[in-house]
């Protein structure tokens, strides 16, 4: 079963719950203790300071009626793709076979980025990484590359509305794996400027 | 050793030309110094010129929502200018080739619209991170400016850059004044190494800026002043051990010259 998958009530013991400094006001769930178990329903309770919440799940909160799928649900539901692949990533030892994974990663950025609507977090991520596949001009991600991208995409399919600050957070840290988030070609851009312009 | 004394061309260099040769550059440059000094008056020029520049584009892609359209609204505003055939114009024509040309651009989306959102956003984040790794890439940062506030840009309710404050506080003297006063002599040797019928604005104002200074010593230095020393506040505090660190050999090295100091390129 992958990370992504539904069917699975965890007990998680917090020691509370907190709210998040941001604006998206969600709260900030830490899984300290899990012992899963398939039920039917995907539920998660969370016990704080003896106060018993229940914790609905990302894909139940976002429940799309039959036959109108909302842009979250989709961005959902592509994001869970994108998570299963990685997470096949993670697991293959094989590195081409592990690449071929990420490929589909790599060619699902677009479709995801149709749903950046969702969120300027959403849409900065995706964007990122996008600009990460390009500048690696097909050299496969190395393995704390794909970790970060896998824990990346996940973070984003449990908040898809992440604002824009979150956003950046995450790209930082995409960074700090030396992946290359920027466009090739905004350096050129500066290079319109007149100032740089007169100072070569 | 010397140390380096880091001018905003290369602060700009480092921190927006992602993957370019010049970055690369400026970098390696900055290994070649056991310590590097990055002074505030660099942060200053660089939020309100290169930086600047980056959110009008993030502004201009909000505003037309279309990347043909911003390339095509900077190519206005350079229109005229003294230099007639500029790569955006060479960029704006690339955006509106027939199929089976290179493209130019790797945003993602297949409409300008979309292209125009990556571009926004890529911008958005990039000036957000490049802010917060300012003064991270050098050893020390010195020569701070009491009257000039650093904040963060940040994007507003309508989706623009708020990149304010740009100058130091109006009600307030240059916090640089007092040092500046101490060295007429410096000031003079500097005032003399700007061309006198240099035809350039720039040195027109720095001359006219040494000028007040070493004539009227006592008159209050505004931020406006301040800014029009630019270059020369650079060779004025650059340590006597260090370099000035910069891409702009042609007015800075004379400045630097001027005063028994130096100026090096990456």
Known sequence: MSETGLGVSKKIRLGGLSRLPDETGTFAVSRTESTPTLTSAPEISVETRGATLRVIEIDRLYDAPAGAPSQIVRA???????????AEAQKSDNPMEADRFVQRVQLALPKLFAYRSVGDGFGVIINSLHFAFTNLHGTPLSTEQLNVVSRVLRELRARPALSLEQGIQRVEELEERGLEVDPPDLGDLLEEHPQSAENE | MSDAYVETTVLTDILLKPKTPKQERAKAALTR???????????????AGPLNYFAYLHDKLVQTQSLRDTFQALSALRRGSYRQATSIEALTAASTVSKGQAKTYVGLGNSDQEMADSYRLALESLIIRSWRKRRKITTRVVDELPCYTEVEPRVGKDGLLDLTPQQCERDQECCLAPQLRSKPNLLEALRNAIPEDSGRREDQKRRKAL????????EIVDRETCRNLGDA??????????????????????????????????
């Not at chain 1, 959902?76 to 990685?86: F, I, P, S, V």
């Not at chain 2, 000028?211 to 006592?218: C, E």
């Open chain 1, 76 to 86: 959902l539901e592509l994001l869970k793709q994108a998570c299963d692949n990685l």
């Open chain 2, 33 to 47: 110094y056991e310590n590097t000094l990055l002074p505030v008056y660099s942060i200053k020029e660089w939020k």
């Open chain 2, 233 to 266: 506040i650079f060779a004025f505090f650059c340590p006597r051990n260090a370099v000035i660190l910069t891409t702009n050999l042609r007015d800075h090295g004379p400045l630097a010259t001027s005063i028994g100091k130096k100026a090096e390129k990456p």
């Open chain 2, 211 to 218: 000028k007040q200074l070493i004539k009227h010593p006592k």
